[in-house]
């Protein structure tokens, strides 16, 4: 019995292993260093990452053929290129980017009209918008983001180099943001600037 409980143990010990970020804040009485855990979902009995799963919306999709399809599920990038699956008692529909022109949802705590535009392996929502149009693989407003667009222009993969070009290197602030790649932040703080 001891032995099952020591092999349950270390199997829940790899399910919930963490990234560790570590910052140093300025309170009034001192820096404080805090801690922020990301923790990684894993398939049991492996130690590669759980590819993540975008939360369940209601979502309509327009086909390529004309049709126009509603799926209550999420985005699964379990595979290479996303889908929505539409289960029904007898069998499943699989929608792919390239099977759709856009989708559609409604984010439920906001109301808000989320569209995704297809690209090659996934669809791309807006969830940051302003100077620099920031986008993300699923429609969440608190996702991460994969590619962005200055105002109208091409939507480009979101590295370094991509955001350094649209975004200029004259504030400092943003260049150790960009340094640090905390991507998303530079953005918004971007925006923020020239918004004034």
Not at 32 to 57: D, E, I, L, W
Not at 102 to 125: H, K, Q
Not at 172 to 185: C, G, H, R, W
């Amino acid at each position: 019995m001891k032995s099952f409980y020591i092999l349950l143990l270390s199997g829940l010990a790899t399910c919930a292993s963490a990234q560790v970020n570590v910052s140093t804040i300025r309170t009034p009485y001192g820096n404080a260093t805090v801690h922020t855990y990301k923790p990684q979902n894993y398939f049991y009995g492996s130690t590669t990452p759980r590819p993540y799963r975008g939360m369940k919306h209601k979502f309509y999709a327009e086909m390529i053929d004309g049709r126009q399809l509603m799926a209550n599920t999420w985005i699964d990038m379990t595979d290479s290129v996303a889908k929505l699956v539409i289960d029904n008692n007898t069998d499943s529909i699989v929608i792919r980017p390239v099977d759709t022109k856009m989708i559609v949802t409604m984010l439920y705590r906001t109301n808000e009209r989320m569209e995704g535009i297809p690209a090659d392996s996934c669809w791309l929502f807006k969830i940051v918008k302003g100077p620099i149009n920031g986008y993300s693989p699923f429609a969440e407003k608190d996702a991460y983001l994969i590619a962005i667009q200055k105002e109208d222009g091409p939507i480009v993969p979101l590295n370094k180099k991509n955001l350094v070009e649209l975004v200029g290197t004259t504030d400092p602030k943003i260049n150790k943001l960009i340094e640090k790649e905390d991507f998303q932040k530079a953005i918004t703080t971007f925006n923020k600037n020239e918004a004034k």
